[in-house]
C-alpha cells in the first residue's frame, strides 16, 4: 500500500481505482515562513533545541495559546480558511572541513489531505471528521538514529527524484538530481478527547497500514490523513561530496541517518469548512482547485508571508561552524542525546529583528519595504543605477543612490544596489506580508540586504511628506 507514495502518478492511478478511501487534495505551501530554533509544542516560551523550518500562518508564535488564529494577517499555504502550521526540521550540507551550508528547499511544501477510511474503523458510520480548533500533534521522533519497522518509523520516508529506486527510510548515499524529498504521514486516529497530550503523540495512533487500515479500539475516532512531502536540493552539492559514496547530509537536529526526522502540527483550519471539503471534495485527482469549499491564495502572497525572528543567530548562512543549537552530528545507532550548552540563546528577547537597518538619523533616509523585484514582473522594480559588490551594505547602497541624487535606494540578495525616482505599486508586498528579505548583507552580516527576487527598499526623507519613519511593521 505504502509503495503507493513512489510517484505521484502512481498515488493517483491507485487513487482512481477505490472510492471512499480514495478522495485527497493536495495543499500546495511556498517558501517558508520561518527557518529558525521555534517549536511551539516541544518547547513554548523559548527557542527549541533545533531548528525548523516552519510553513503556514503568521500566528505562528513560540508560544501558541488561546485563540493564536484570530492574529494571522498571511499564511504560505494556498488556502486561506487554512491557518495552520507545519514545520520539520530543516538540512544542511556538512563540508570536508566539517562546517554546515544550508540546503536550499523547493518551494515550502507539499501537504496532502488523504480521505482515507476503512470499514473496519470502529466509528465508520460516522465519517471522517475534521481536526478541532485548538487541535495539535507530532509525527515521528527526533532522537532515533535507527530504524525498527514500526508504524510511526514507516511513516518517514525518502524519495530520491531523477535516481529513483525503492524509497528508503534513511538519507539514500546517492545524488538525487532531481532533489531529496523528505515524506512523512502523520497519525489519523484518535482518542477523541484530548486536543494534545504530554508526549504530544499518545493522544494519537496510527491506523493498522500505518496511512491506511483501521484505527485501534483506543483510538476510534478518524481523522483525515495528513501527509507532507519536502523536496531538498541536494544536487546542487553533487561535486562537493568530501567522501565519496557517503552522503554528507545532516537534519538540523544533528542527523545524519534520516530517522530522526520527525513534523509538528498545530491546527489553524476554520473547521466547518475543514469539514465541508472532507464531505465534498471528492475528486481522486489531487488537484485542489476543483474543490470549491476553499478560498485559493495566490502565490505572490503566500511567498512574502513571513514571520520575523527575534533570537539573533545564523541558521540560513553558509560554512557555520555548528548547527543552530549546536547541535553535534549523532550517527547512532544509539538514540542521540541532548545537545550541550553551548552559549545559544535560551531566552525570547521581547522584540523581533527588524528586517532592514535604522538609518533615520545618521543617513535622514527611511526604510520603505521589502518589494518584490522578479517573479512574474518584467524589468527591474529600481531601473535608474545599480552595482553588484561583495562589501554591499545598506549605507553604501544609500550612499551610491543618494550620490546620483536618487530617491529610492534598494538593497538585494545580499550584495546588489539598485536606485530609482519610481516605485510600481505592484512592486510592493501585499498587506499583511512582510516581503522575504532575509538575506544578510554581503559586506555586513547583522544586516539585511533583500533576498533572491525580493529588495529591501530605503527612501530619501525628503522625499516623504510628513514625519519620516521606518515602515510601521505588521505585529511582529
Ligand atoms: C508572539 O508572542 C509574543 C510574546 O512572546 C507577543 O508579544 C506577540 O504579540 C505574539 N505575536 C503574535 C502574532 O501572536
Ligand atoms: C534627498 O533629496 C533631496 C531632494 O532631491 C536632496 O536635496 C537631498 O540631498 C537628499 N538627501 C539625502 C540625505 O540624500
Ligand atoms: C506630497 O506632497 C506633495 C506636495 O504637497 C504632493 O504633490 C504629493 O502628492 C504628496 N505625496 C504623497 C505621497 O502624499
Known amino acids: 500500500m505504502y509503495a503507493s507514495f513512489t510517484s505521484r502518478a502512481a498515488l493517483v492511478s491507485l487513487a482512481c481505482l477505490v472510492a471512499r478511501v480514495s478522495a485527497f487534495w493536495r495543499l500546495p505551501c511556498g517558501a517558508p515562513l520561518i527557518v529558525e530554533r521555534s517549536d511551539p509544542i516541544v518547547s513554548p516560551g523559548r527557542p527549541s533545541g533545533h531548528s525548523h523550518t516552519i510553513m503556514g500562518a503568521n500566528s505562528f508564535n513560540y508560544t501558541m495559546d488561546g485563540d493564536y488564529t484570530s492574529r494571522a494577517t498571511c499564511t504560505t499555504c494556498k488556502v486561506k480558511e487554512d491557518l495552520s502550521n507545519y514545520w520539520f526540521p530543516n538540512l544542511y550540507f556538512q563540508g570536508a572541513d566539517g562546517s554546515f551550508t544550508p540546503v536550499k528547499q523547493t518551494g515550502g511544501a507539499l501537504v496532502y489531505y488523504l480521505q482515507r477510511q476503512d470499514k473496519k474503523d470502529p466509528e465508520y458510520s460516522k465519517g471522517l471528521i475534521a481536526f478541532p480548533e485548538g487541535f495539535r500533534m507530532l509525527a515521528g521522533n527526533p532522537s532515533l538514529r535507527s530504524y525498527s519497522n514500526t508504524l510511526a ?13 525503492p524509497h528508503t527510510n534513511s538519507i539514500p548515499n546517492k545524488n538525487c538530481p532531481g532533489g531529496l524529498r523528505s515524506q512523512i504521514v502523520f497519525p489519523s486516529c484518535w482518542n477523541g478527547k484530548d486536543l494534545d497530550s504530554p508526549n504530544h503523540q499518545s493522544h494519537m495512533a496510527y491506523p493498522s497500514l500505518m ?16 501527509f507532507v512531502e519536502i523536496i531538498w536540493e541536494i544536487d546542487a552539492f553533487k561535486d562537493k561530496w568530501p567522501t565519496p559514496g557517503k552522503h554528507p547530509f545532516v537534519f538540523s537536529n544533528g542527523d545524519p541517518t534520516g530517522y530522526g526526522y520527525h513534523g509538528d502540527f498545530v491546527n489553524g483550519w ?33 511567498n512574502t508571508c513571513k514571520k520575523l525572528p527575534h533570537v539573533q543567530e545564523s541558521v540560513l548562512d ?94 538585494e540578495y545580499k550584495s546588489e544596489c539598485f536606485c530609482g525616482n519610481n516605485l510600481a505599486s505592484n512592486r510592493l508586498p501585499k498587506e499583511g506580508s512582510l516581503g522575504a528579505c532575509n538575506n544578510r548583507c554581503s559586506g555586513n552580516s547583522k544586516q539585511f540586504c533583500g533576498g533572491y527576487g525580493y529588495i529591501g527598499i530605503y527612501e ?15 505585529q511582529w
Request: aromatic residues 8%; hydrophobic residues 30%.
Open 318 to 411: 553558509s560554512n557555520m561552524k555548528a548547527l543552530p543549537g549546536c547541535n553535534p552530528v549523532q550517527p547512532g545507532p544509539g538514540p542521540a542525546q541532548p545537545p550541550p550548552a553551548c552559549g545559544a540563546a535560551t531566552a525570547i528577547p521581547p522584540d523581533p529583528i527588524a528586517p532592514y537597518t535604522d538609518v533615520i538619523d545618521t543617513k535622514k533616509w527611511r526604510y520603505l519595504a521589502c518589494g518584490i523585484d522578479g517573479g512574474s514582473l518584467p524589468g527591474r522594480t529600481l531601473s535608474g543605477a545599480s552595482y553588484a559588490k561583495s562589501d554591499n551594505t545598506v549605507e553604501k547602497c544609500i550612499d551610491f543612490c543618494q550620490g546620483k541624487g536618487f530617491r529610492y535606494a534598494g538593497v
Open 460 to 474: 530619501n526623507c525628503s522625499r516623504v511628506n510628513g514625519t519620516c519613519e521606518n515602515q510601521q511593521l505588521p
Open 211 to 226: 496511512d491506511n487500515g483501521y484505527c485501534p479500539p483506543t483510538h476510534p475516532k478518524r481523522f483525515i490523513t495528513v
Open 153 to 165: 518509523q514507516r511513516a518517514v520516508n525518502y524519495v530520491c527524484l531523477g535516481n529513483e529506486g
Open 270 to 302: 476554520d473547521v466547518d469548512v475543514l469539514q465541508k471539503a472532507i464531505t465534498t471534495c471528492t475528486d481522486s485527482s489531487g488537484i485542489i482547485e476543483y474543490c470549491k469549499a476553499f478560498t485559493l491564495l495566490p502565490n505572490s502572497g503566500m
